[in-house]
Structure formats: structure tokens, C-alpha cells
């Protein structure tokens, strides 16, 4: 936007509301927005404590771990059923349900399965990034240029040659995105699986702050988990940027 | 999916785990909690919150992602706003929202909405950005105004676009609804769940969670066969 | 025309030896309704440049690419240099229409791609690429990527990559109609030059009645669907002078006419 013929950033935006946000708080309109000033102060003092700290290390171990395996299996899926139309017909629908299905209602049941501690928390992460992570690599097998394949075999390519030289190459553009997706749908499942395990990590905290009405230190520890969400979002959009330049070859 | 069933059953017989019922059992759960009616009478108070705030998500959240796609100020304080809460587990505000409202419905239609509006938005306002221009000129430039240009050439082109946000809105939904009744409002559907839980029911539980899956599933299916029936004479042609 | 014709196959056929490439009653059906070829049979002397030459969908992709090894024929065989062709072999590479360069590897390693996959060691594989690099006119382009590069230089970068495997035989599927028209020209030039130099037989497939007259020693006639041998053409053109002065050669002309009247029939 501009105004008065400066170019206003977009990012500046957030500002706004940032300030917004600190009226509303310092009027006392609403009981649930303390200012944002003290929530930042009180950021420091959550970050500060051994409890945080430890929430934090295991919430982030968990969701490394369940995005690892999730990119791992998701992957190797999407390549399966972009390649192999059996495969893709006997998985394709099962994987376009977990998709969109409300995931957190199988919560419940690897808690039963898998207990109450960490590995819950893991297969929650899982389950919530690999359908994606699936989805978008086989679409990305899906869409690469037939030439290039025959070209592979016209060179006398063998089939593990294609697959690791041409199609994983083609198809990274649309694996990474997946990522990128999976990421952030991996960021809601360790933030869900921990909230109804509710004796862990942040979900524990959350639990103490908003039963004790501690707003501040509630908004604190909700804008840690959102820049965490969008930090690792980001890290892998700019991995993306990097290799942008095959969108634009494919559809040229 | 008959191999998956078959698959199920196997290795509920086996058993991998005591809480891993085999697929009949869970199919019998299933005709038992329909018989009794607890199932039907969860559905009826889940839905509700669902529908609710779906509705308001869906209203708000075109209106928003449309005047964001046509306006640039609008675009300026609206789109860094959704992108965060799209891309944020906005989940982590459903215990508080709960404590503040209560167990009631008005929460649950929060956790509804603050789910769902993000996505839809969103999706609102890059579908409109999405429309073609050289269509936009064209209305132009054969005299339409602006409101025409809006309703003759914006809104349609940006349609599917803005069915997809809702199809994806709507599962958020699910999510959400499920998410608020299985943290702290004990009703519906996640008490059910929660319920067969305690009591050890894992056939019970098992058939719960699958019919709320497929039935998220059903809908999102609905509104694309809505959406082909109402609004895509070209695709409909291909399909019959 | 056809006395010169015949005059001039006799005397290609006493300089040729034998020919490398042979079509024996090749079919080819898509389904159960789509011929798209039926019982071709052509020869391809060693060293020549002979052009596909037909309406669109006449077969011209298939053909080639059942020489190349891409597709099975529904009947008949391919004998290249006396072996019957099974699948791709590194006697033929083969030029794509849109290129199929590899978007996330460098012109180099593009270049060297035939050879990567034979397994040759990473010097001498970028050493013969960088030599044909060169020849088609590339040098400095190395390490660039072909989102950086016009239409006409990705094809030469296609073409160095056919070149590098050494090949006896080019498959060229319509190499230059994503080429804009002044490359285009200065490419089949080079193309030209390139023939006399590494002494390869090239088949080549095409849309347009000038380049095939232009570039071929022979052209084969396709008729459309399903696909038939309707005639062959050797074009006499006297290709010594400049570029300018074989297009207004008149055997060039006449020969153009000649084509376009055999052609104009199947038009639409
Ligand atoms: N995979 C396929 N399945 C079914 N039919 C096909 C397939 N590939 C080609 N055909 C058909 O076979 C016929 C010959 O196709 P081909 O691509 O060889 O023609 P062409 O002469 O190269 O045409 P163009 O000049 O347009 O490139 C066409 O009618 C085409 O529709
Ligand atoms: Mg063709």
C-alpha cells in the first residue's frame, strides 16, 4: 500500500495491530488481551524458567523427530504412488481422506496406543504431516515433463537412475512445498497432541496458564509457539526461493 | 478399501494391542451406539456448533478475503494478519477460549471459527487476485462498471478457488470442533470418545472416530458435488 | 524432377555403402482404434540427413521414437547397424522437440548427462562436454542453468548433449519449432556445418517443407493417418555457396513447390 506516495510494507501492518493490541489492553476493554507490552515483558520470565525450558526441549525434539519420520515415509509414499498406478489406487484414497480429516479425534486413540508421553506426541506430528508431505511429492511425479523421462531412457538410463537422478529432481519443487506444508500442519500437531495429553510439555502449560487466567504469560507462550510455527515455515520457504527457477522452466 | 478392512481385522484378531479392536467388533460398536442413539443425539450436538460457525467463518471470512483481493488497504492490514493465523497452531487458543466462555456453545463456535476463517480468507483473497486480467479489461473495456465487473467476472473466475478454501475450511472445522469438545466441554462427539475411553469401550471409541472421520469426509465431498451442480456447467458436461 | 530422382538414388546408393538404419514393415497402434502407422519400410544410408516430412498426426513422433527404442511397434522390426532394435542404445541419442534439459543441473552437467549415466568418470565426461559445448557455439555457458538461456540456446545445449555420447545415428524430433525464426535459421546452418564435420546420420523430423529441403538429402513423404511411406524426395541442392544463395537456388525452389504440391491435398 502507499500513502502519500510511500510505499508502506506489508510487514508494517503487524505494527498496527501490535499497537492496536496494546490500546485495547491498557483501556481493559477485553479480559483476554492484557497489553502486549507486558506480555512482552513477560516473555523473558517464561523463557526464563526451567519448566519452559523443558516444554520447549521436548516439544521441539518431538516434533524434529515425527517431522523427520513424516518426510521420510511421506516422501518415499508420494514417489510410490506417483510411479506406480496400483499403488496409487489402493493408497490414493485412503491418503486424500487423512488428508483432511479431523485428526485430532485420533488423538484419543494413540494415546491409548502409544501412552501418555512422548512417542504420542511424535505419531501425533506424524500423523499430521505425512499425508501432505505424500500428496504434494506425488503430484510433483505427476507433473514432470514426459520428455524428460523418455530423454533419461533414450540415454539408457536404468529405472534406479531415473528415479534418483531425473524424477526426485523434477518433483522437488512440489516435495518441498509439501514440506513447507507438513511443517506447519506439524507445528498444530505437536501444539494438539500436547494439549489432550495435557500432562507434558507446553500442553501442560497452556493447561496452567489459562486455568489460572495468567493471560500474560499465556500470550507470551502462544507467541513463542507462533514464531517457532512461522520461523520453521520460513526456513524452508527460503529453500524453495532457491530453486524457484524450475517452476518457471516447467511452465514456460 | 476392502483390503484395508480385511488388513484391520487381521491384526485386531492377532492382537497387536488389547486397544486395537478388530474391524467387526468396531462395526459392531457401531450398529449398537446407533441402535441406542447415543451416536445420533452426539452427532445432532456436535453439529451444531459445527454448522454455526462454519457459517459465520464462511460469511466473514469471503466478504474479508474478497474486499482484501480487491482493495489494497484492506490487503495491507488483512493478509499478514491471516497468513500468521493460517500458518500459527491457532488450537493453542482453544483452552483459553474455554475458560473465558465456558463450556457452552458460544466457544465451541469460536474454536469453530478461529479455525476455519483463516483458510477461508485466505483463499478468498488470492482467488480474487488469481482472476484473469485480460478478463477484467475485457469487461472494461465493453462499458461494464465495476460493480458488474465484481459480480460478472471477479466472483465467478475467483469460485473455485474460493471452494477450495471453504472445502478446506470446513475440515478445519471438524478439527476445531472436536479439538473444543475433547479438551474441556464435555459433549457430543468427544465426550463420547472420552467417555468409551474411560470405561475402556475401545470398540466403541474406534467406531466413534471413524464415523466422525468419514463423515468430515462425506461433507467436504458434498460441497464439490454441490459446487460442480450449482456452478460448473463446463465440468458437469465432463462428468456425465 | 522424378528422372533426376531416380538418377541421383543410384548414385547416393553406389557411395553408401550399406545403410545403418533399417524400417521393416513397422506398424503401430494406439489402442484399439488409432492407427497410427501402417507397414513403413524406409532405409537410412549411412552419413545422410534424411527429414520426416507430413501433415501433423501422420506418425512422424512415433516412427522416430520407435527407432529410438521409446516405443514398441505393434508389428514389425528396426535393425541398426544389423541388430534389431529392443529399447534405447547408445549407437542412437536422441534431440527433444521441447528440449528436456534438466532445470536444476548446469549446461555442463546437462551436456554430460548421456555420458553420467554411462558411468564415465566426472573429468572425462565434463572434458567431451565441454568440446561439444563449443561446437555448437556455447563456450562461456557452462555454468549456467537453461532458465537462463533463449529457446534457440537450449536446443544447442540438447544437441551438444546428443553429440557427446558419440552416437552414430541423431534422432531430431521437430528440434527447432520451439525455436523463434531467426535462431532458427542461424541453428540450421550450424547444423549444416556441424554434418560435415562430426559425419553422422541424422533423422530428422519436421513441420516446415523449406528447412527439410533445406537441410535433407532425403525426405520422406508421410501420409496422414494412419502413417505411409507416400513418397521420397532427394532434394539436389547444391549446399557450397552461402546460405542466402542456396535458398534462392532453384532447385531449392522447385523442389519446395514440388513437395507443397504433394502436400497441399492433405491440408485441412
Ligand atoms: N500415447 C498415445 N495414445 C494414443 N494415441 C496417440 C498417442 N500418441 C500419439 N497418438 C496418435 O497417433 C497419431 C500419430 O501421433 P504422432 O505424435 O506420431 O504424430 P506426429 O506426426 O508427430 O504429429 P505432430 O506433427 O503433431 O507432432 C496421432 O493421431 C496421435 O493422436
Ligand atoms: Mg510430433
Redesign the pocket.
Known amino acids: 500500500m502507499t500513502i502519500a506516495g510511500y510505499r508502506i510494507p506489508p510487514l508494517a501492518s503487524l505494527i498496527l495491530w501490535a499497537i492496536v493490541w496494546e490500546i485495547v489492553g491498557r483501556l481493559g476493554l477485553v479480559f483476554l488481551f492484557p497489553p502486549l507490552s507486558h506480555v512482552v515483558m513477560e516473555l523473558g520470565q517464561v523463557v526464563g524458567s526451567t519448566t519452559f525450558l523443558n516444554a520447549a526441549i521436548m516439544t521441539v525434539k518431538c516434533f524434529v523427530i515425527g517431522i523427520a519420520l513424516s518426510i521420510a515415509v511421506g516422501v518415499l509414499l508420494g514417489l510410490l504412488m506417483g510411479r506406480v498406478d496400483a499403488a496409487d489406487k489402493l493408497l490414493g484414497m485412503w491418503v486424500n481422506l487423512f488428508v483432511s480429516a479431523p485428526l485430532s479425534a485420533l488423538v484419543p486413540v494413540i494415546m491409548i496406543l502409544f501412552g501418555m508421553g512422548e512417542s504420542t506426541i511424535i505419531v501425533t506430528v506424524f500423523l499430521f504431516a505425512v499425508w501432505i508431505i505424500a500428496l504434494d511429492t506425488r503430484a510433483g511425479v505427476r507433473d514432470m515433463p514426459p520428455s524428460l523421462l523418455a530423454m533419461a531412457k533414450s540415454f539408457g538410463a536404468s529405472r534406479w537412475q531415473v528415479l534418483t537422478k531425473i524424477v526426485f529432481f523434477a518433483a522437488l519443487p512440489e516435495i518441498l512445498a509439501g514440506i513447507r506444508l507438513g511443517v506447519i500442519r506439524g507445528v498444530k500437531g505437536v501444539v494438539i497432541g500436547q494439549l489432550l495429553v495435557s500432562i507434558i510439555g507446553l500442553g501442560e502449560l497452556f493447561e496452567v496458564y489459562s486455568r489460572n487466567f495468567l493471560m500474560e504469560e499465556f500470550w507470551a507462550l502462544t507467541l513463542i509457539v507462533f514464531a517457532f510455527a512461522l520461523g520453521a515455515a520460513e526456513l524452508i520457504a527460503m529453500l524453495e526461493r532457491k530453486i524457484d527457477f524450475y517452476a518457471g522452466v516447467r511452465h514456460a | 478399501m476392502v483390503l484395508f478392512c480385511l488388513a484391520w481385522e487381521v491384526a485386531g484378531r492377532i492382537p497387536i494391542n488389547v486397544a486395537f479392536p478388530p474391524f467387526s467388533d468396531v462395526v459392531a460398536a457401531f450398529g449398537r451406539m446407533v441402535a441406542d442413539g447415543s451416536l445420533p443425539s452426539a452427532f445432532l450436538i456436535t453439529l451444531q456448533p459445527l454448522v454455526i460457525g462454519l457459517v459465520v467463518a464462511t460469511v466473514i471470512g469471503i466478504v474479508m478475503g474478497v474486499g482484501m483481493g480487491l482493495r489494497d488497504e484492506l490487503e495491507w492490514a488483512g493478509v499478514p494478519v491471516f497468513v500468521v493465523m493460517q500458518a500459527a497452531p491457532m488450537a493453542a487458543l482453544i483452552p483459553l477460549i474455554t475458560y473465558v466462555y465456558g463450556i457452552g456453545l458460544t466457544a465451541k463456535v469460536l474454536a469453530v471459527v478461529i479455525l476455519a476463517l483463516p483458510v477461508i480468507a485466505l483463499n478468498g483473497y488470492k482467488a480474487v487476485r488469481n482472476v484473469s486480467p485480460s478478463l477484467r479489461a475485457m469487461c472494461r473495456s465493453f462499458l461494464g462498471n465495476r460493480r458488474q465487473e465484481i459480480f460478472k467476472i471477479v466472483l465467478p473466475d475467483a469460485s473455485p478457488m474460493i471452494f477450495a478454501g471453504l472445502r478446506l475450511g470446513i475440515s478445519a472445522g471438524f478439527v476445531g470442533v472436536v479439538l473444543a469438545e475433547l479438551l474441556i466441554t464435555p459433549t457430543g462427539i468427544g465426550d463420547l470418545i472420552t467417555y468409551h475411553r474411560s470405561i475402556a469401550d475401545y470398540a466403541e471409541m474406534y467406531a466413534v472416530i471413524a464415523t466422525i472421520i468419514l463423515f468430515s469426509a462425506v461433507t467436504v465431498g458434498l460441497l464439490e458435488r454441490v459446487e460442480i451442480a450449482l456452478f460448473r456447467p463446463e465440468k458437469k458436461e465432463h462428468s456425465a | 524432377m522424378t528422372a533426376a530422382v531416380r538418377m541421383l538414388r543410384e548414385t547416393t546408393k553406389s557411395d553408401t555403402a550399406q545403410p545403418i538404419v533399417e524400417v521393416r514393415h513397422i506398424s503401430?497402434r494406439?489402442?484399439s482404434s488409432?492407427e497410427?502407422?501402417r507397414d513403413i519400410n524406409l532405409t537410412f544410408p549411412t552419413g545422410q540427413l534424411t527429414s520426416l516430412l507430413?501433415?501433423?498426426?501422420?506418425?512422424?513422433?512415433?516412427?522416430?521414437?520407435i527407432i529410438a527404442g521409446l516405443l514398441e511397434p505393434t508389428g514389425g522390426e528396426v535393425v541398426v547397424k544389423g541388430k534389431t532394435v529392443t529399447g534405447p542404445g547408445p549407437e542412437r541419442a536422441f534431440v527433444f522437440?521441447d528440449f528436456a534439459l534438466m532445470p536444476w543441473a548446469s549446461v555442463l552437467r546437462n551436456a554430460a548427462f548421456g555420458l553420467e549415466l554411462q558411468g564415465i568418470d566426472k573429468k572425462k565426461r565434463e572434458e567431451t562436454a565441454r568440446h561439444y559445448i563449443n561446437q555448437v557455439g556455447l563456450s562461456g555457458f557452462e555454468n549456467r542453468y537453461p532458465h537462463e538461456l533463449s529457446g534457440g540456446m537450449r536446443q544447442r545445449v540438447g544437441l551438444a548433449r546428443a553429440l557427446a555420447v558419440n552416437a552414430d545415428v541423431l534422432l531430431l524430433?521437430?528440434p527447432f519449432s520451439a525455436v523463434d525464426e531467426q535462431n532458427r535459421r542461424k541453428f540450421q546452418e550450424d547444423l549444416l556445418r556441424l554434418r560435415e564435420v562430426e559425419r553422422k546420420t541424422l533423422i530428422f523430423?519436421t513441420?516446415s517443407i523449406e528447412e527439410a529441403v533445406y537441410l535433407s538429402d532425403r525426405i520422406v513423404l508421410?501420409s496422414p493417418?494412419p502413417?505411409r511411406v507416400s513418397e521420397i524426395i532427394e532434394p539436389h541442392v547444391d549446399r557450397s555457396g552461402p546460405p542466402d544463395l542456396i535458398r534462392r537456388n532453384p532447385a531449392y525452389l522447385d523442389t519446395v513447390e514440388e513437395i507443397w504440391h504433394g502436400l497441399r491435398d492433405y491440408a485441412d
Open positions: 503401430k494406439y489402442g488409432v497410427a502407422l507430413g501433415p501433423s498426426g501422420c506418425g512422424k513422433t512415433t516412427l522416430l521414437k522437440q524430433d521437430e523430423v513441420h508421410l493417418r502413417g
